[in-house]
């Protein structure tokens, strides 16, 4: 069975830093793309970060400078570390798995989610 469990969400201060990790299962890691994405209320799904096998890291223009994604093969897990959090961070994170075609990070190539995991960021 094909799975993503999303972890270390909470309630943070403005400033603050939180850690997500994302165990994966049911697939061969080594050879997907994996990627966190948000979804604040009232708005669209947007990508934040990306570790795509072929076309390296990718970050929105609001996660540079603050958020770093990383993984852990050997465990399947992939994280998204954020520091400097910002209010307007708050959303449910999902992290998204999607094969690596050799393109770079596609949204639309991602179809396995996890369940998300809630950010707030208090001002």
């Known amino acids: 069975e094909v799975q993503l469990v999303e972890s270390g969400g909470g309630l943070v201060q403005a400033g603050g830093s939180l850690r997500l990790s994302c165990a994966a299962s049911g697939f061969s890691f080594d050879y997907y793309n994996m990627a966190w994405f948000r979804q604040a209320p009232g708005k669209e799904r947007e990508g934040v970060s990306c570790?795509?096998?072929?076309?390296?890291?990718y970050y929105a223009d609001s996660a540079k400078g603050r958020f770093t994604i990383s993984s852990d093969n050997a465990k399947k897990t992939v994280y998204l570390q954020m520091n400097n959090l910002k209010p307007e961070d708050t959303a449910v994170y999902y992290c998204a798995a999607a094969p690596d075609y050799g393109l770079g990070f596609i949204p639309a190539d991602f179809k396995t989610w996890g369940q998300g995991t809630q950010v707030t960021v208090s001002s």
């Open positions: 570790i795509s096998k072929s076309d390296g890291i």
